[in-house]
């Protein structure tokens, strides 16, 4: 019980000297005072009224409203938060904002009643006014302590600048759209789209997905041209290529296939064949062109060891997933992630310097390309 006066004391001294001390330090303040306000209230011990009389009030509404509007003036277009348990809102799709200044005036209005009662009664008036707080703690304020404490938090944590003040408009306490939350959380939101990581449980249950657009294997100059025609006025093409595996140690390999696509139609450059063009160069060279891939720094390597060319417009999508907090990185644990399927990696091993191409491999090695220009654009949407 004693604990609990303290507290409640040291609570509402901290409201009535808003004014001498700066927003931060009065939020760092309520930060450490809320918490421990919640648990010395939930530990009060409950006891029956003994008085039929209310007790009398002595935080007048005048008292009330002078430290709400210092409070107000002191968090200015920060006092709004978004509600999340007003009932109002339980079973609707509009959100309600809360003010802060509010909250804390309300919380500090019973208690303060309560202290002051509490000083200069007699026992009976003591008792009564333990048992009134510790209904009022589970019936309102207690919800108000923990409703405030998630907005104080976020403000405490997020370096805001309390000395910039919105001077264009006049702030009204829970009113309007609380901006400075929205701009806070927005990195958040983006993160939260995608899961951190898959199972191969999960991975397995997925739906298979694989390109089902035009596959056109360039081995020719008429089909380079054809080729080179639409891809050069892309503006976003997958990127990938593949090469034939060397089980010996010591046995490398060059680049047999790279592949480019947009959105129905994907290219299997056969490079073991043709080589590199000089149009295609000058395509993966363009920095307007934007081609995303999956583990890129290799395959571009690999290329300039055949012809050389000076990168530019490349999108690693492992340093995307990176910054949005997945762990996944390989090219079908990122498609599952963020496009919701899986793609087959069974022709992986496969020889990509065959004579002809197989119909299963070209599905593969184009399906490779296409999923990194999907994955990239759901990265973009989010």
Not at 154 to 178: A, H, R, T, W
Not at 207 to 229: H, M, S
Not at 285 to 302: T, W
């Amino acid at each position: 019980m004693v604990e609990f006066v303290t507290v409640a004391s040291e609570y509402c001294s901290s409201i009535e000297n808003v004014a001498k001390i700066s927003a931060e330090a009065n939020l760092q303040k309520m930060q450490k005072l809320i918490p421990l306000l919640y648990l010395k209230a939930a530990m009060l011990p409950k006891t029956e009224k003994l008085l039929d009389e209310e007790l009398e009030k002595y935080i007048s509404e005048l008292d009330y409203n002078v430290l709400h509007q210092k409070w107000l003036q002191l968090l200015n277009e920060y006092d709004s938060f978004y509600e999340v348990f007003d009932p109002s809102i339980q079973f609707g799709q509009e959100t309600v904002t809360a003010s802060i200044s509010e909250n804390l005036l309300d919380i500090y209005q019973d208690l303060k009643n309560f202290l002051i009662s509490y000083s200069i009664g007699n026992e009976e008036v003591m008792n009564d006014a333990l048992v009134e707080s510790i209904e009022h703690f589970e019936d309102f304020w207690g919800q108000q302590l923990v409703n405030v404490f998630r907005a104080i938090h976020m403000l405490v944590y997020s370096n805001v600048d309390f000395s910039k003040k919105n001077i264009n408009e006049e702030v009204q306490p829970g009113k309007g759209n609380p901006k400075w939350l929205d701009s806070f959380w927005e990195p958040m939101k983006i993160q939260m789209m995608f899961k951190e990581s898959i199972t191969k449980e999960e991975l397995t249950d997925l739906p298979l997905r694989w390109f089902d657009g035009e596959i056109v294997v360039v081995d020719n100059k008429e089909k380079l041209d054809q080729a080179v025609d639409i891809l050069s006025k892309a503006q976003i093409i997958g990127f990938d290529t593949e090469t034939k595996p060397a089980f010996k140690k010591g046995v490398f390999n060059k680049v047999a296939l790279l592949q480019l696509s947009v959105k129905n139609q994907a290219f299997l450059f056969r490079i073991n064949k043709i080589g590199l063009p000089v149009e295609i160069c000058k395509i993966l060279a363009n920095p307007k062109i934007i081609k995303p891939g999956v583990a890129i720094n290799d395959d571009i390597k690999a290329l300039n060891k055949i012809k050389a060319f000076i990168p530019n417009g490349f999108v690693e999508l492992q340093d995307h997933a990176k910054a949005l907090g997945i762990t996944d990185f390989s090219l079908k644990k990122l498609a599952a992630i963020t496009c919701g399927f899986r793609i087959s990696k069974g022709q992986q091993l496969s020889n990509w310097e065959a004579e002809v191409l197989t119909e299963a491999q070209q599905i593969y090695a184009a399906t490779d390309a296409w999923v990194a220009l999907e994955i990239f654009e759901n990265f973009s949407k989010n």
